[in-house]
């Protein structure tokens, strides 16, 4: 019996001081988290003083490169290709022969049609003399004058048939890859080759539309593309007159000189466009944001205290962005700890 109530009573002594340590411990820590004075202890936090300056509003954007101008090279007519007169991956000029469609029988045709016309022809100037002896009625004429204008005619249209068995090019440019040989035969479905003119090239972007009255043709930008660090220049010629409805976004069109050929129909541009000058803008560090349910705010430092401050933000760079409202000149922003700051947390700023 005298051993059990031992060990009771060291299990009791035991279980005693393991809950006086567990209190001395917590209030250890607590008052290593108060000053002297019994308040929090201050966060350490880097900040800003804002000060207004002058602001290069760019816009970085995505954009297409496309050719200037773009046509698929296909024949109008049917038939068996006869000659094939480009290179593939050349240079052609606008107006040059690029492939002969056989015409022997429209050639044909044309001689069969050039025969009633003249038939009809000989028809009408011998009514004619008859109608001027009252020999036969205006009706006759009339239908004799007809059938020359219908002959006519039908010459004009096979000569027209003969005219688009000479594929030409449209304009000057740089023709793909062909897809007929001699001998082939053609319909106007069977795409021959492409023709594009790369001298120079169309630059095609959207911004959002709250940018809409900031672009003006013949405004300048600079852009490049991956695998490059060339910059290239480009001239906004056409602006879209309505905002898409589904993106809520304004397409521009650029024009840029392509005289050596480097760039290419087909390819991303990184585009840089110039908006206007900010005077007096507020600029702050994008560690400064804090992304909100309801946008997005900043903390101040105000009495020794954080502060929440909802802003509303525009342009981007990689290291800044512009603030429209909710900070003002000589206000003290935070830049580092944001995320574990709350409203009055006691803090001590290192100015940058």
């Given at each position: 019996?005298?051993?059990?109530?031992?060990?009771?009573?060291?299990?009791?002594?035991?279980?005693?001081?393991?809950?006086?340590?567990?209190?001395?411990?917590?209030?250890?820590?607590?008052?290593?988290?108060?000053g002297?004075?019994?308040?929090?202890?201050?966060?350490?936090v880097?900040?800003?003083?804002?000060?207004?300056?002058?602001?290069?509003?760019?816009?970085?954007?995505?954009?297409?490169?496309?050719?200037?101008?773009?046509?698929?090279?296909?024949?109008?007519?049917?038939?068996?290709?006869e000659s094939?007169?480009?290179?593939?991956?050349?240079?052609?000029?606008?107006?040059?022969?690029?492939?002969?469609?056989?015409?022997?029988?429209?050639r044909?045709?044309?001689?069969?049609?050039?025969?009633?016309?003249?038939l009809?022809?000989e028809?009408?100037?011998?009514?004619?003399?008859?109608?001027?002896?009252?020999?036969?009625?205006?009706?006759?004429?009339?239908?004799?004058?007809?059938?020359?204008?219908?002959?006519?005619?039908?010459?004009?249209?096979?000569?027209a048939?003969?005219?688009?068995?000479?594929?030409?090019?449209?304009?000057?440019?740089?023709?793909?890859?062909?897809?007929?040989?001699?001998?082939?035969?053609?319909?106007?479905?069977?795409?021959?080759?492409?023709?594009?003119?790369?001298?120079?090239?169309?630059?095609?972007?959207?911004?959002?539309?709250?940018?809409?009255?900031?672009v003006?043709?013949?405004?300048?930008?600079?852009?490049?593309?991956?695998g490059?660090?060339e910059?290239?220049?480009?001239?906004?010629y056409?602006?879209e007159?309505e905002?898409?409805?589904?993106?809520?976004?304004?397409?521009v069109?650029?024009?840029?000189?392509?005289?050596?050929?480097k760039?290419?129909?087909?390819?991303?541009?990184?585009?840089?466009?110039?908006?206007?000058?900010?005077?007096?803008?507020?600029?702050?560090?994008?560690?400064?944001?804090?992304p909100?349910?309801?946008?997005?705010?900043?903390?101040?430092?105000?009495?020794?205290?954080?502060?929440?401050?909802?802003?509303e933000?525009?342009?981007?760079?990689?290291?800044?962005?512009?603030?429209?409202?909710?900070?003002?000149?000589?206000?003290?922003?935070?830049?580092?700890?944001?995320?574990?700051?709350k409203?009055?947390?006691?803090?001590?700023?290192?100015?940058?």
């Open positions: 019996m005298k051993i059990k109530h031992i060990v009771y009573t060291l299990l009791i002594i035991g279980f005693g001081g393991f809950i006086a340590y567990r209190i001395t411990s917590n209030n250890n820590k607590n008052g290593e988290s108060k002297k004075d019994g308040k929090n202890k201050s966060i350490t880097n900040g800003i003083v804002v000060k207004a300056e002058t602001f290069d509003n760019n816009l970085s954007l995505s954009g297409s490169i496309e050719a200037n101008e773009q046509v698929e090279i296909r024949s109008e007519v049917s038939g068996i290709v094939i007169n480009f290179q593939e991956g050349s240079n052609i000029s606008k107006g040059q022969l690029l492939f002969k469609v056989n015409d022997i029988e429209l044909a045709q044309l001689a069969q049609a050039k025969t009633k016309q003249g009809a022809s028809n009408e100037r011998r009514a004619k003399l008859l109608l001027a002896k009252e020999a036969i009625s205006q009706e006759e004429y009339d239908v004799a004058r007809a059938n020359f204008k219908l002959a006519q005619s039908q010459v004009k249209l096979i000569d048939q003969i005219a688009k068995t000479s594929v030409r090019a449209p304009f000057s440019g740089k023709i793909g890859l062909r897809s007929i040989s001699p001998g082939t035969y053609i319909t106007p479905s069977l795409l021959v080759a492409k023709l594009v003119n790369i001298s120079k090239l169309k630059i095609t972007f959207s911004i959002p539309e709250k940018y809409a009255n900031q003006k043709s013949n405004s300048n930008l600079s852009f490049t593309v991956s490059s660090t910059k290239y220049q480009a001239k906004v056409a602006i007159p905002v898409a409805v589904a993106t809520r976004t304004l397409q069109r650029a024009l840029a000189e392509n005289k050596d050929g760039l290419l129909p087909g390819t991303f541009a990184n585009v840089q466009l110039p908006l206007d000058i900010i005077k007096d803008a507020i600029v702050i560090p994008t560690e400064a944001i804090v909100v349910q309801d946008g997005k705010k900043v903390f101040i430092s105000n009495m020794g205290k954080a502060k929440e401050v909802m802003v933000t525009t342009t981007r760079t990689d290291a800044s962005i512009l603030v429209l409202s909710g900070l003002k000149v000589g206000d003290t922003v935070l830049t580092s700890g944001v995320m574990s700051l409203e009055d947390s006691p803090v001590k700023v290192k100015v940058k």
